[in-house]
């Protein structure tokens, strides 16, 4: 009777993880621009959705360590992306990485250029 439950349960698990489906890609498309007046980059968020999104942003440095984290409404993409750089407050360099979250999305990972 136990090997009946146990085969029912691994029967039901794997039979759940087959039909979960995967998170849609994030909407969202990432550039990178240099900055004017720092020896950095711009990043360049570009929401490709058609609503506004709320967003977290993850900025891991080289060593894999998190350096900063923010949450923000992202507008509607076009007139203009939304920009992140020196000017507030963050430093992008070649060889770190942006994580780009947002509920029901698969993260979107970008590497710094």
Do not use: Y
């Amino acid at each position: 009777m136990k090997n009946v439950v146990s085969s029912l349960l691994v029967f039901t698990l794997l039979m759940f993880a087959a039909c979960s489906k995967p998170a849609p890609a994030m909407p969202v498309s990432v550039t990178f621009r240099e900055a004017s007046m720092q020896q950095s980059k711009v990043v360049q968020l570009h929401n490709n959705s058609g609503q506004p999104m709320k967003i977290t942003l993850t900025f891991v440095g080289k060593d894999g360590a998190t350096k900063q984290s923010n949450e923000i409404l992202l507008p509607v993409s076009p007139p203009a992306p939304t920009e992140f750089g020196w000017m507030q407050g963050w430093a992008f360099l070649a060889g770190e990485k942006l994580i780009v979250r947002s509920a029901g999305f698969s993260d979107l990972e970008v590497p710094v250029p």
